[in-house]
């Protein structure tokens, strides 16, 4: 495609050299700057800021019921960014994780329908999603086939499979001491069962990602997959641990959320993938992996959270709430990127000058 | 692994040309291999039920395709270029109320005039994806997923609860969907000629052929003086303005437009590209197989339908297709590298 004439900027390489040079000096100054403001103190304050635009706008913000009805609300989403945030800071990508809850919740509901005692149907589905993650496991590690493609395809592959399972069939039926969860507290506190299990798991999966060699092994798989692989990390084996996790999860999440609306039906959940990428996205993790921590994310959840339940509050229709996500992911990756927009026009500025000087 | 694909291409000399036709052969089996599954799908499925090969329900078919086959055109393009555009769907809906409403505000408007909105709403959004993308110098994916949420909720506001109703709309422009020559549709003639020229576009033009070059080593791309913004930009108001075209198609076909016009369309255009062969970090496919990839998952669709299968294995189905398409791509440009690499080692370069 290209004639040698047309590569003529190849002789130019000392020049774009020096560029980068200065790109690095000017990005350690950046990384100073950058350590100074880190991202979860942003967070802290759009947490700040949300709260008190929740005060202002409705008395009810801050209280008791209010906050059992913002972990209702979103528990099982918050619980799904947990093991999202693992994978793409191992720099892949599960977008099958709300089929996975679909599918789980359907399966609940067939074999309660079938008269399964529910103890033996949770642990059963919990079984099937780590098996669905690791099918997502092999076809990425085994096979080698990109985790965006993959997950596309499980994700409406397990999302069909809910809907053959239960059809258009509603079940609803199930005992009340399981769906009290839907509308009781914890017992001594405010929080919602959902919320509680997050909290739980996200000490968890914090403690695993920043305290244990797996946890440091997924920031080094993220970096750079050659490195590690070199390093004696076992790339795949991991990988593949995160999705069965990740289908863990979800089918956890599947459990909890026919619970607490106590119907299970084969669109349960639809959509929600989004909304779990997105909030681990604004807590700061890379999509191109390596970068991020479990701390941000959390803070992102509860900011998430909270401003969607704020803005109902105010009679905005609830639908729409997706600007307000939507903004602030824009935002969140806009924001760290301005200064190296700064930075880079700096740096071609100074190019111009060496290279019309020499 | 897609990389190598391209890179016969970029290197000129006695070497070039016949790792390019090999190349070349593979993307025509690619294709083969689509349109084979298709005719096997078509065949299998009118054998046990005449009824499929019926004139109402070809059209059926080639309707529903048309607008996948349409939005897939502009996502290829994104996808080439190792980019994804999300928000295709929202920009569906938004294009596809706006315009409709239209008709209700203006009464008489011209049609043409409809579709200049259209395609205006959805190049204006493309514009937004593209710079905030080649200018922000942030991942595609996050941007126009930050999008798809606002550009539905700004849609959300707009429509407000309302909709707009068939009985609103002129049958003038409600026949643009439904009018055909046979069972053909004239709509499928008018994207066929429009998917035609947009695999001539990159298969012949230079810029489009520098898409490809962006998708397979972006950072070559930019050695190569490539100006890789500038493309990038082009590719997302492109598929933008599609989608803002669709939109208005969407509007004229169903005739009925709420907010939730499109919403989850998104992944199904990906899914349509991918299972036509279009590698989803870059740098290999073509609209043809996005546009057949399309017709495909459309035709399984209704293939299923007149089966009397139940309409719940549809998307069971797609998924297995997706992925078996992802691991052939996989397996041909695997096998495909180790026989240029086997060329080249004989040639003794």
């Not at chain 1, 642990?123 to 076809?139: C, D, E, P, Q, T």
Request: glycine residues 12%; charged residues 10%; proline residues 4%.
């Amino acid at each position: 495609m290209l004639s040698p004439s047309e590569q003529a900027p190849l002789p130019a390489e000392p020049v774009v050299e020096s560029g980068s040079v200065q790109n690095r000096e000017a990005l350690s100054k950046g990384d100073r700057l950058r350590s100074l403001v880190r991202w979860e103190s942003v967070l802290v304050i759009a947490l700040a800021a949300t709260v008190v635009f929740g005060v202002s706008v409705s008395s009810q913000f801050l209280t008791g019921s209010n906050i059992f009805n913002i972990g209702l609300a979103n528990g099982e989403v918050a619980i799904m960014a947990l093991p999202m945030t693992l994978i793409i800071i191992a720099g892949e990508i599960d977008l099958s994780i709300a089929s996975t809850l679909a599918l789980s919740s359907s399966l609940v509901g067939y074999l309660w329908m079938h008269g399964w005692p529910m103890p033996g149907i949770i642990v059963f589905v919990l079984a099937i999603g780590v098996v669905l993650g690791a099918v997502n496991g092999i076809l990425v590690t085994r096979l080698g086939l990109p985790s965006l493609a993959v997950t596309i395809g499980t994700m409406t592959l397990y999302a069909g499979m809910a809907e053959i399972v239960l059809g258009s069939t509603i079940v609803s039926d199930f005992p009340a001491s399981y769906t009290k969860i839907g509308v009781t507290a914890f017992p001594h506190t405010e929080l919602s069962y959902s919320a509680v299990i997050f909290l739980v798991l996200a000490i968890v999966f914090g403690a695993v990602m920043h305290a244990t060699p797996f946890g440091r092994s997924l920031f080094a798989i993220g970096w750079n997959k050659e490195a590690a692989q070199y390093a004696g990390i076992r790339v795949k084996r991991v990988k593949t641990t995160l999705y069965m996790v990740s289908g863990l999860i979800g089918a956890l999440a599947g459990v909890l959320y026919t619970f607490r609306l106590s119907t299970a039906e084969f669109d349960n959940g639809s959509g929600l993938v989004l909304s779990v990428v997105a909030i681990v996205l604004l807590g700061g993790v890379s999509i191109f992996g390596g970068k991020g921590t479990l701390f941000g994310v959390i803070l992102a959840v509860i900011v998430f959270c909270s401003l969607q339940n704020a803005l109902l509050l105010t009679s905005f229709p609830e639908d729409a709430t997706g600007i307000v996500t939507g903004g602030l992911l824009l935002v969140s990756v806009l924001l760290p990127n301005g200064g190296d927009l700064f930075r880079r026009a700096r740096s071609r500025k100074n190019r111009h000058r060496t290279s019309s000087a020499s | 692994m897609t990389a190598v694909l391209e890179v016969p291409k970029a290197t000129p000399g006695e070497a070039g040309p016949s790792p390019r036709r090999l190349a070349d052969v593979v993307f025509k089996v690619r294709e083969f291999g689509i349109i084979a599954v298709l005719a096997m799908f078509v065949l299998i499925t009118a054998l046990i039920q005449p009824r499929f090969i019926q004139g109402q329900n070809i059209k059926f078919i080639l309707t529903n395709a048309t607008i996948f086959a349409l939005l897939a055109l502009g996502e290829t393009m994104v996808i080439v270029a190792r980019h994804i555009d999300l928000s295709v769907g929202s920009v569906l809906g938004l294009s596809a109320y706006l315009s409709a409403d239209l008709f209700t505000r203006a009464h008489g408007i011209p049609i043409v005039v409809v579709f200049l909105v259209g395609l205006c709403i959805g190049a204006a959004c493309g514009l937004v994806n593209g710079a905030i993308v080649a200018i922000g110098r942030v991942p595609s994916l996050v941007v126009t997923l930050a999008t798809l949420y606002v550009i539905r909720g700004l849609d959300i506001i707009l429509v407000g609860g309302g909709m707009v109703v068939a009985s609103s709309l002129p049958n003038g422009f409600l026949a643009i969907a439904s009018s055909s020559v046979g069972p053909v549709p004239y709509l499928a003639i008018v994207v066929a000629v429009v998917v035609g020229c947009g695999a001539y576009y990159l298969r012949s033009f230079r810029s489009g052929r520098e898409l490809y070059a962006m998708g397979s080593n972006p950072d070559a791309a930019k050695l190569a003086a490539i100006p890789t913004g500038k493309r990038v930009l082009t590719a997302f108001v492109i598929s933008g303005g599609i989608a803002g075209i669709a939109g208005v198609l969407w509007a004229s076909n169903y005739g009925t437009i709420d907010s939730t016009a499109g919403t989850g369309y998104e992944l199904q255009v990906v899914a349509a590209c991918v299972v036509g062969g279009v590698a989803i970090f870059g740098g290999s496919g073509t609209v043809t197989g996005a546009a057949f990839g399309a017709l495909l998952l459309a035709t399984i669709n209704q293939a299923l339908y007149v089966l009397g299968i139940s309409s719940f294995w549809d998307e069971a189905i797609a998924g297995l297709l997706l992925i078996a398409a992802i691991s052939l791509d996989h397996g041909i440009a695997v096998s495909l590298t180790a026989a240029l690499r086997k060329r080249s080692l004989q040639r003794g370069t």
